[in-house]
């Protein structure tokens, strides 16, 4: 009995570290997604981006904690700390652990409105989202809620499978944030007579440096969305990789050789291989992110030239809007044990759970963004967008001169 007891709680203590490394390398993944944004947007606007990530960081928590954990499971932590520590804690790190995931839902929509929003109101949408219409799809799909697994399970043989978030954290954060960048409309000077003016990133090396923690951070967004050390597998590590270097390859051919497509290509094939990375053979895994990282350069460039709202800063929406869908679909094809995956999925599941995931996603954007662009704004003045959101929001520029 006692080492039957010894066993059990080395593997509860196991399961917790476990799930406490993933959560610790998700919130790093965060410096990725400022750094990310720092070196993409002009210098003006660099210290707004910082500051935005790092505060919706810390909205989000607070919202998850309070409301979004329990919209999507069905428990809260309002009871004694005694409690808390049963099984070491660990689902208070399991928290941690998707609270870092809902947080990112933010720090999407962060790249998409950058140069242009108000500071405050984007702030309350953001709790918004993290406390409501996030938790409302992930619980949807990750807890079971409301039936919809099991219908999808009834009619075509499977439930929807998104293993690590194509759709419940990329594409959700995508399409909510085409919801914002509609509303806010283009940055002033973006379009001349119908025609595009570019506007060249700060700093290509910040860029690759919030592309590289993004992608080493992404190893625990994937691996450790196991939970426990018994569903640890090298499959999803290993198809993790193969879909990055996919994804940057790719990329690198049809972006021709752009710094900025070549770095964002590893992230397009990340997104894409979190729905299947349990299931794909690694050569699934290799085709998916190669195609994520050509639907990130054609629809970047697709969205910037043709329709004159859509000025999406980072290019969240076809990176983790496209992408996401691409993932989960891909997860359909490439999972089939007929190409070389486990199986137990259905190519239909994964078209009408991304197509709900989409719908949940733009519409609750739309609604919140609405809202609060109703009552307040969400958007700079022309001047405060001249000077920089550095200047007119938080009064000092990046460098200690300005």
């Not at 476990?18 to 990310?36: D, E, P, Q, S, T």
């Not at 606007?45 to 069905?74: C, E, H, P, R």
């Amino acid at each position: 009995m006692d080492i039957t007891s010894a066993v059990h709680t080395l593997t509860e203590s196991a399961n917790t570290l476990f799930i406490l490394i993933g959560a610790i390398m998700v919130l790093a993944m965060h410096a990725g997604f400022a750094f990310l944004e720092v070196g993409t947007v002009r210098h003006k606007n660099q210290v707004n981006a910082l500051v935005k990530i790092m505060t919706d960081f810390g909205v989000s928590a607070v919202a998850y904690f309070f409301v979004g954990y329990y919209i999507a499971y069905d428990a809260h932590f309002m009871t004694a700390a005694s409690e808390l520590t049963a099984s070491n804690g660990y689902e208070l790190v399991k928290f941690f652990f998707l609270m870092t995931f809902a947080a990112a839902i933010p720090a999407i929509v962060s790249g998409g409105v950058a140069e242009r929003a108000k500071f405050y109101p984007m702030l309350i949408a953001s709790a918004l989202i993290v406390g409501v219409v996030y938790p409302f799809f992930e619980g949807l799909i990750w807890n079971g809620n409301y039936g919809f697994q099991g219908w999808l399970e009834n009619q075509f043989g499977a439930s929807f499978h998104d293993f690590a978030g194509s759709v419940v954290v990329h594409a959700v954060g995508g399409w909510i944030a085409l919801a914002a960048v509609l509303l806010l409309g283009a940055r002033n000077g973006r379009y001349r007579n119908g025609r595009v003016v570019a506007f060249a990133p700060s700093s290509i090396p910040f860029l690759a440096l919030g592309a590289w923690i993004l992608t080493v951070g992404w190893f625990g967004f994937n691996v450790m969305s196991a939970q426990t050390m018994d569903g640890i597998s090298g499959l999803v590590a290993v198809n993790s990789l193969m879909a990055m270097v996919g994804g940057v390859l790719v990329a690198m051919l049809v972006g021709r050789k752009d710094p900025g497509f070549i770095h964002n290509g590893p992230l397009a094939g990340l997104v894409a291989v979190c729905a299947g990375s349990d299931l794909m053979h690694p050569v699934g895994a290799l085709i998916t992110g190669g195609i994520a990282g050509a639907i990130f350069v054609f629809m970047f460039d697709w969205a910037q030239d043709r329709v004159e709202r859509l000025d999406d800063v980072l290019g969240v929406w076809p990176l983790h809007g496209v992408c996401g869908v691409w993932g989960a679909i891909a997860c359909g094809i490439f999972g089939q044990a007929s190409l070389g995956g486990l199986g137990g999925v259905s190519l239909m599941s994964q078209i009408i759970g991304s197509i709900a995931g989409v719908a949940v996603a733009f519409i609750g954007g739309l609604i919140v963004y609405g809202v609060v662009k109703a009552i307040s704004g969400i958007r700079l003045t022309e001047e405060e967008e001249f000077n920089g959101a550095d200047l007119s929001v938080h009064r000092i520029g990046a460098n200690a001169n300005e």
